[in-house]
């Protein structure tokens, strides 16, 4: 299945939900950042949604708890909130564990 | 920090809740810009009772309403209160319901680092601006419990979030599972201080009870008791129970009885407007004819009857009543006597209390006769039949309504000594019952009591014809009063 390596060709399309400009948010945005410079550096991208901007937003996707990381690729769905702080945890909510 | 808001002397606001029954017990509806707690155990009823409240105000009160669930997905909860009659879709489509479905599943959720439920608060406040809302339910928000693991994270939240809907100004319902010696699992109630509301739903030897109690209410009175309740069809009615009270109006009208004769050992006139009557007897004495006379008679004067039958449907007793001339059917047609038949066993004797109270209050008639009540009491214990017939007779009598009660009673038990101690109940008791004359068995009826009007003491023979029923002399003697069976 997914292999957490994944192919080194594999699309990551991360999305991050925050509600302004939050220290929580900022936080979180840095950390996804460090990460993926780290371990998918040259194939993801990061989409940030504002939900103070777009409260429809919040219902359409699901979202609860903010700071909420989003992995719409690759596959299956998974859903990542907090700060992202937590390397470790981090990688393993984002199944790159093995790739450390 | 944020000071409190000052004391209100006046009374405090309300949003009625429109259910009936609910209004009066906590006289107005649940308190106004500020939170209510529903809970109690699994099939209580909360999230009915919740989405009501909604709906209600949104198509009664024109407060539109929105309606945030954690559980069930919007078309699960518009199919379950279609079959309370409301149509939720439509009201979405009007405006007046937002409904969002959250959804938390731990198993997809992985948590790192610090959060907050700030997306939940987004989701409500747009859930209320999309449709103005006034009024909000989180049914029920126990289940973010399961889906986080940062519990103080949540509690805070919870704080927050309470703070936010009083801020918001909407009347909200929060529905909560009920927990092992608390009244919620979560302790719901620590953050919901204004209103709390138990619901219950027991079973007592295969019968099933769903009973109300408001646990508290901050800042005004409200009624203490338990309080029966019943989800049907139109949704929910509560039984208030109120006005035990003896200040009753009282009527000097007379009614007749639908028996020429019998009004004739009435002091000439019949019963009293807005009295009770108790007919007893055994078995194929005649109870249900009587009962019928006096329906008929009144839905010719034009008066509405109820006639609830427990022990058979509306077809047969019409087609029965139709061999001793008494044609219901015209004044069925007419709408001014309305038959109900069900079995007393397939509820609880509150429940059946609550559904008289509905149909009384929906179809306001002049007379009720319950034939027979007996079986009512069958099937539940002395002490509860007596305080449900009390809170019958009570209510038919505060509506002026001629009450009209029939009993079998067991032909070995002593007729006097019946019935339940219901006597005291009872303005007017009507006893039937064979007796002995001579060498052959008749049918007869006496007065036992009628109060407030000089009432024969006479015996009189029992005579059901195929156009209605006589009371005739009894020949001779009837020995020392009447002999037992």
Known sequence: MTPENGSASEKWNLRLYTAGQSPKSLAALDNLKRVCEQHLPGRYSIEVIDLLKNPRLAKDDQIVAIPTLVRKLPEPLRRIVGDLSDTERTLVGLQLRQIK | MKMERPVQARSLPKAPTGIPGLDEITEGGLPRGRPTLICGGPGCGKTLLAAEFLIRGATEFDEPGALITFEETSDELAQNVRSLGFDLDALVEEKKIAIDYVRVERSEIAETGEYDLEGLFLRLGFAIDSVGAKRIVLDTIESLFAGFENQAVL??????????????????????????????????????????????????????????????????????????????????????????????????????????????????????????????????????????????????????????????????????????????????????????????????????????????????????????????????????????????????????????????????????????????????????RDIEVGTSRIKALYVLKSRGMPHSREVREFVVTPKGIELKKVAGKAGKGMKKR
């Open chain 2, 155 to 432: 509690r805070s939240e919870l704080r927050r979030l309470f703070r936010f809907l009083k801020d918001r100004g909407v009347t909200a319902v929060i529905t909560g599972e009920r927990g092992d010696g608390s009244l919620t699992r979560q302790g719901l109630e620590e953050y919901v201080s204004d209103c709390v509301i138990l619901l219950d739903h027991r079973v007592t030897e295969q019968t099933s009870t769903r009973r109300m109690r408001i646990v508290k209410y901050r800042g005004t009175t409200h009624g203490t008791n338990e309080y029966p309740f019943l989800i049907d069809a139109d949704g929910f009615s509560v039984l208030p129970l109120s006005g035990l009270q003896l200040d009753h109006p009282v009527s000097d009208e007379r009614v007749s009885s639908g028996v020429p004769a019998l009004d004739t050992m009435l002091d000439g006139k019949g019963y009293y407007r807005g009295s009770s009557v108790l007919v007893s007897g055994t078995a194929g004495t005649g109870k249900t004819s009587l009962a019928a006379h006096f329906a008929q008679e009144s839905a010719r004067r034009g008066e509405r009857c109820l006639y609830l039958a427990f022990e058979e449907s509306p077809k047969q007793l019409m087609r029965n009543m139709r061999t001793i001339g008494v044609d219901l059917e015209p004044h069925v047609k007419k709408g001014t006597l309305r038959l109900h038949s069900s079995r007393p066993t397939l509820h609880g004797l509150e429940m059946h209390l609550v559904q008289v109270h509905k149909m009384v209050s929906e179809f306001n008639p002049a007379a009720v006769v319950i034939d027979p009540i007996s079986n009512f009491i069958d099937n539940s214990t002395a002490i509860e039949a007596q305080a449900m017939l009390l809170r019958l007779v009570d209510f038919l009598k505060a509506k002026q309504i001629t009450a009209l009660f029939t009993h079998l009673t067991s032909g070995s038990a002593a007729l006097e000594a019946t019935d339940i101690g219901i006597s005291s109940l009872i303005d007017t008791w009507l006893l039937l």
